[in-house]
């Protein structure tokens, strides 16, 4: 899992919010204190197209809708950023080698299906953002049912995304000057954050230099 910035809270008829699941054990207070938080990343959207690319499909949104950055647990931290941004500081997240997994619903009707897929290539053109996205079909059988994805190529009103984890950002002294890195303590301790994607923490480094 890899970096993270800032995450986007929607408002729209579409709800579009990608789903992160991930692994937080308990964790003492003191713990919370020296582990560096992890971010994960929900959108809504509206206007929200499924496409057909390949042996995958592919998600195109518009590129102004807000995403919402929350910490894992034992953290309790929030920010909100644009789709835009996050998409611009995917490879600073790690995402370009590590893709992420994402729960992706889909709103038809009165109906809410949800797919379990792994996002990839954002790309950003015409006021909009596109993602490539592979399903994941569950290999296990939980209560007698196995997951299976239920992606259809169509334009949605509300459609919601929530999307895997990334690591924190810290302003940290090299000697040289401030910059940013993933550890509060490497190589000396940190001066400002944690921020929730690279490009949040050098705006925080320009304001301090």
Same mark, same amino acid.
Request: with cysteine; glycine share 8%.
């Given at each position: 899992?890899?970096? &993270? ?24 207070? @003191?713990?919370?204190?020296?582990? @560096? ?9 509206? /206007? ?51 893709? $992420?997994?994402?729960?992706?619903l889909l709103e038809t009707g009165s109906k809410t299906r949800t797919s379990v897929v ?32 239920? &992606? ?13 984890? @990334? ?5 940290? /002294? %090299?000697?040289?000057? %401030? ?9 000396? $301790? ?19 230099q």
């Open positions: 899992m890899n970096r &993270l910035g800032k995450v986007f809270a929607v408002a729209g008829s579409v709800v579009l919010s990608v789903a992160l699941l991930t692994a937080g054990g308990g964790a003492s207070a @003191a713990e919370s204190d020296s582990v @560096a938080p992890e971010w994960l990343f929900a959108t809504d959207a509206a /206007d929200v197209t499924i496409s057909k690319t390949g042996s995958g499909f592919s998600v195109s949104l518009p590129a102004s809708e807000r995403v919402t950055a929350f910490t894992d647990r034992p953290n309790r931290l929030t920010t909100v950023m644009t789709l835009r941004e996050f998409a611009k500081d995917w490879k600073a997240y790690g995402f370009d080698t590590d893709p $992420p997994n994402a729960a992706l792994e996002m990839t290539n954002p790309r950003i053109k015409n006021g909009r953002v596109t993602f490539r996205l592979n399903p994941i079909n569950g290999s296990a059988t939980l209560a007698g049912h196995t997951h299976k994805h239920t &992606l259809k190529p169509a334009t949605y009103n509300h459609a919601s995304l929530f999307i895997d984890a @990334a690591p924190s950002y810290y302003i940290v /002294d %090299y000697g040289f000057g %401030y910059e940013c890195a993933q550890s509060p303590t490497a190589p000396n $301790p940190s001066y400002g954050g944690p921020y929730s994607s690279l490009s949040a923490c050098d705006e925080a480094v320009s304001r301090v």
